[in-house]
C-alpha cells in the first residue's frame, strides 16, 4: 500500500503512536517532570511567600493601604503584559532555552527585591520577577505538554503538576511564615535564589532541547499593541483608586488600554507570524476556559490578600500562624486536581465555582471573636476545593488539542488570562474595600476603629469575590456546559482531557 492510499485516520493513528514511542525513548521524562515542577514550586512560593510577608514589608517600606497592592499587582501586571510576548519567544528561542533563561532572571530580580531599601525599589524588583516568569511560566507548560505525548502519562503529569501548585502554596504560606518571624520579610525574596539557580542547573542537564530553530519574524508591532494594552488596561484599574473612577485620567487609561487590545486582535487575523494565531483562540470552550481562569484567579488573588490580612490585623495572628491557617485552602485545592480531566468540563467547573463561593460567603460572617476551628477552617476546606476544581480543569481544557508548535502561546495565553485576571481583581477588590472603609485606615484612629474598619473591608470584599465566583460559574455554564459545536473543536478537546476506557 502506498502513503497516498492511506487513510486520513490511519496516518493520524501512525502520528500518535509514534509521538507515544519518542516520548517512552526519553529515559529522563519523569526527571524532567521534577525539574519543570521545582521552577513551578519557586513561582508558586514566591507568590505565596509575599502574601504572607506582605504586612511586615509595609511597615518596614512604610507603604500606605493604596499602595500595597502593588506588590502584588506590579508582579501580575509585567507577567499578565508580556506573556504573549513570552509565549512566543519560547516557540521561537526553544523551551529549554527559554525555562533556564527565565529562571536565571527570577534570580536576579528576586535577590534585588530582597534588598530593597523603598517601595519602588520593591515594585520594581517584583515587576522585574514578573517579565521573567512571563518566560518561565509558558515554558514549564508547554515543557509538560510536549515531554509527555501519551494522554495517561500526560494526564498523570499534569495532576503532579497541579499536585506541586497546591503543595507550593502551602509551602510557600509556612516558609514565608517562619521567615518573617524569625529572620524578616527580605529572606522571602531571597530564598528564590538558590531554588531558581538549581533548577536552571538541573533543567540543562535533564530536558530535550525543543522547539526553537525556526526562522519566525517577529511582530514587532502586535507586540506593542498586545503589551501596551494589557498594560495600561491593568495600570487605569489601579490608578482609579486614588483618583477616582469618573477621573478622566483614568478614563482615558482604560479607553486606551481597551482599544490597543482590540486593535491586537484585530491585527492577529491579518499577520502571517502573529503573537497569538486565531487556530488557538477560535475555540469556543477554549475561550469559554479562558474566561474561567481570568475571573477565577481574580478571586483566588483577592481572597489570600484580605484573608491575610484579616487572620494578622483582626484575629492577631502572628506570620507563621496565618500561613498555618491557609493550609486547608491549599490541601483543597490539590485535592481537586485529580478530578481535572475525568469529567466534562463543565460538570466540574461550575458545581466547583458554586462551592468556592459557598466558602466565601460563610467567610464573610467572620468577627474579631471568630474562632478558627469552627468558623474559618470549614469556610476554607470547600473554597479551596472548588478552586482547585475550576483552575485545573480550565488549565485542561484551554491547553488541550494544542499542537506542538504553538504550545508556548497556548500556555501564555491561559497564564495571561489568570494573571491579568488576578491582577485587575486585586487592584479593584482592594480599591473597593478601601472605599468601604470610607477611606484609609488612618494611624490617628483608635484600635477599635480601626479594627471596625478593617472588618468592613474584609466583609465588602469577600461579598465582592463571591460575586465574582458567580460570574464565572454563569459563564462556565453558559459556554462549557453547551453541546458540541458542529465543528467538533469542543469534543476534540474534551475528549484529549478524558480518560480511555
Not at 527565565?102 to 515587576?127: D, H, I, K, N, Q
Not at 494589557?230 to 488600554?257: I, M
Not at 468601604?436 to 479594627?451: D, F, I, K, N, P
Request: hydrophobic share 55%.
Amino acid at each position: 500500500m502506498t502513503s497516498s492510499e492511506i487513510s486520513p485516520d490511519a496516518r493520524k493513528a501512525r502520528g500518535a503512536k509514534a509521538a507515544a514511542a519518542a516520548t517512552a525513548s526519553d529515559p529522563l521524562r519523569w526527571w524532567a517532570l521534577a525539574v519543570i515542577a521545582l521552577a513551578q514550586l519557586v513561582v508558586l512560593l514566591d507568590g505565596t511567600i509575599v502574601n504572607i510577608a506582605l504586612p511586615s514589608a509595609q511597615a518596614d517600606l512604610r507603604m500606605g493601604d493604596g499602595s500595597r497592592q502593588w506588590v502584588i499587582s506590579a508582579y501580575a501586571l509585567a507577567l499578565g503584559g508580556l506573556l504573549l510576548l513570552g509565549g512566543f519567544l519560547v516557540d521561537a528561542v526553544g523551551r529549554r532555552r527559554a525555562f533556564v533563561l527565565g529562571l536565571l532572571g527570577f534570580a536576579a530580580a528576586s535577590a534585588a527585591g530582597g534588598s530593597a531599601s523603598e517601595p519602588a525599589v520593591l515594585f520594581a524588583a517584583r515587576a522585574g520577577q514578573g517579565a521573567f516568569a512571563a518566560l518561565l511560566a509558558p515554558a514549564t507548560l508547554s515543557l509538560v505538554m510536549t515531554t509527555f505525548t501519551d494522554p495517561r502519562e500526560r494526564r498523570r503529569a499534569f495532576a503532579v503538576f497541579g499536585t506541586v501548585s497546591g503543595i507550593g502554596s502551602a509551602l510557600g504560606l509556612i516558609l514565608g511564615g517562619l521567615l518573617t518571624e524569625y529572620l524578616n520579610w527580605r529572606w522571602c525574596m531571597y530564598i528564590n535564589v538558590p531554588l531558581a539557580l538549581g533548577a536552571a542547573l538541573a533543567g540543562m542537564r535533564v530536558l530535550r532541547p525543543g522547539g526553537g530553530g525556526r526562522t519566525v519574524r517577529l511582530d514587532v508591532i502586535g507586540v506593542l499593541l498586545g503589551c501596551s494594552g494589557l498594560t495600561a488596561v491593568v495600570h487605569g484599574f489601579g490608578a482609579a483608586e486614588q483618583h477616582g473612577w469618573s477621573s478622566p485620567g483614568v478614563l482615558g487609561v482604560l479607553a486606551a488600554g481597551g482599544l490597543l487590545v482590540a486593535l491586537f486582535a484585530v491585527r492577529q487575523r491579518r499577520v502571517s507570524h502573529p503573537l497569538v494565531p486565531p487556530r488557538i483562540v477560535g475555540d469556543r470552550q477554549r475561550a469559554g476556559a479562558l474566561g474561567v481562569a481570568a475571573l477565577g484567579h481574580a478571586a483566588t488573588f483577592g481572597l489570600l490578600l484580605f484573608l491575610t490580612y484579616y487572620l494578622q490585623a483582626v484575629l492577631g495572628y502572628s506570620a507563621v500562624a496565618a500561613g498555618a491557617a491557609f493550609l486547608p485552602l491549599t490541601v483543597g485545592m490539590t485535592l481537586a486536581t485529580r478530578l481535572a480531566g475525568r469529567l466534562a468540563p463543565g460538570t466540574v467547573i461550575v458545581p466547583g465555582l458554586l462551592l468556592a463561593a459557598s466558602g466565601v460567603v460563610l467567610l464573610t460572617r467572620l468577627d474579631p471573636g471568630s474562632a478558627y476551628v469552627s468558623q474559618v477552617l470549614p469556610a476554607l476546606l470547600p473554597a479551596g476545593f472548588g478552586l482547585g476544581c475550576a483552575s485545573m480543569t480550565a488549565m485542561t481544557v484551554a491547553t488541550g488539542g494544542v499542537a506542538a508548535r504553538d504550545a508556548g502561546r497556548a500556555a501564555a495565553l491561559f497564564t495571561t488570562a489568570q494573571q491579568v485576571g488576578g491582577a485587575v481583581g486585586a487592584t479593584v477588590l482592594n480599591t473597593v474595600a478601601v472605599g468601604a472603609a470610607g477611606g484609609h485606615l488612618a494611624a490617628h484612629l483608635s484600635a477599635a476603629a480601626r479594627v471596625e474598619a478593617a472588618v468592613r473591608q474584609f466583609t465588602v470584599a469577600l461579598w465582592a469575590v463571591a460575586g465574582v465566583l458567580l460570574v464565572a460559574a454563569l459563564l462556565a455554564a453558559a459556554v462549557l456546559c453547551r453541546p458540541a459545536a458542529a465543528n467538533g473543536g469542543v469534543s476534540r478537546i474534551a475528549a484529549a482531557a478524558r480518560p480511555e476506557g
